[in-house]
């Protein structure tokens, strides 16, 4: 069975699920170039057929990861008579956008190329949350009974839910609306610390670690909803929010964020930073342990946009209460296509055993055909090498920085070997040349590495398979001195442990670079400049290579350098 899943909001995505396993996954923003686009995802849509070798008309059902109708879905995928999605009601949509989507025979303007399915193809709507609940579940190999939390700022009415996963199904235990968003409280504080909700939490996230808690404790009592032992014991009204289309991405602007940047400018940034980030750890383990203890499990499954922070993850690992968690990666609403897919792919078929993910490569890929083809367009010198291992590890054991190229894009946030920036993590100066030559991005700022999975012990304190930065460790003391350009100010790591079998050629360069330089571990930071999305098409990696400091670019077997 064929599912498509098609998510249509912040970072609109689609995604295809083949029997069970996720074949293609990718978010609009790659092709758009605009971060967090918000439009129809029709480049995406179009990539994840393709990819298969196959049309619209293979598809034998589409997951909509939303309870809401969506009318953009009667022309894009021309639905007729009682299929017809609903008016928009909903105020996401600008005026004149509506009005378009309304009108009674709605219909693709001629120049966008639309995908009519056939009258057997169903259209299935899968609620916002059970939508990361199922993008967590189903990618999860553990198969005793686990609880499945989603947190996020609100999707469908809802921003934390928890659920049981047993014998290949969800449900739900119990939900909480919009006035409980511990994710709105966060991006609030985001807001304040003078970065966009919806994507700058990492920012204050990175900032937290430099500021005391205790310095601003209870200053932001008044800014958020309160949770005791899995209940809600204080609500909270969060007030007017706004929000508008930015060359194509959602925005939003909530009141309080003026009344909390009265706070920051009293109490200091990194000390609201940090008050923040302890009550976001605090608030969620407040609702997390006690419904595992009612559920009577140690195993947790976790997505929704609050699971990209990975010193939360950190924070419920090392407490000891969990034997097994998992957080789905693209743990957004990016992630939503795949969730939605997924969960409908299960329901028709629940005796197929679910995969677990193993790397997150479902993104577009080119050929060194391809690549050699874009080169020469562009009159650039093409110099082929064939151990392009060892030569991209002898370039960063002489302290080059190197963008690597490889294979299929990666799916959610982190780049992970195919769309990356490396350099070496042995000295601590890195981290700041980086920043200031390559990325232009605030000097705080972590970077995660990159390490072999064989060597995990030496980096890890409490180690465990980690292969996709969601969650930070502490470093042990002998190599925060060695590997210090990744050690952040709390001696964390956020790591990536490649395993030979899920990416081969990244995993020689590492061991190559061990070689070299006596650490098997890379600083490993996404391929992009600050405030773009992560590269897609070999293009857009050589303009990114001329409009930053970086040394080399390796693209495929391919290199050009400065
Ligand atoms: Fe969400």
Redesign the pocket.
Known sequence: MKVLGIHIG?DSSAALVVDGRIVADVAEERFTRTKHYSGLPLASISYCLKSQGLTINDIDAVAIPTAASEPELNFLLDLKGARKEKKATAGRLLENVKELFNRPAAKAPLYIKNFPIKSSTEVIHVE??L??AASAYYTNPVREKQLIV?M????DGVSNALWRGENGKIELLERFGRSTSI?WFYSNVTEALGWWHGDGEGKTMGLAPYGDASKAHGVLDKFYPKFAKGRVVQEHEFGRNYFWNESGALQWHFDEADEIKVVVDKYGREHVAAEAQRILEEQTQELVYSWMEKEGTRNLSC???IFLNVKLNQRIWELGRVTRQHIYPNA??S??AVGAALHVFYQHNPKVPIYPIEDLSWGPEYSDAEIEAALKLRNLPCRRVENIESYAAEQLARGKIVAWFQGRMESGPRALGNRSILMSANSAENKDIINARVKFRESFRPFCPSMLWEKRADYLENPRDEFFMVTSFTCPEPKRTKVPAVVHADNTLRPQTVKKEFNPRFWNLLQQFGNLSGEPLLLNTSFNIMGEPIVTHPREAIRCFYDNGLDALVLGHFVLEK
Do not use: N, V
Not at 152 to 155: Q, T
């Open positions: 912040h916002h949350h939508a990361h989603t996020d700022g609100i999707g994710g997505a929704g946009g957004g609403d992630g939503l």
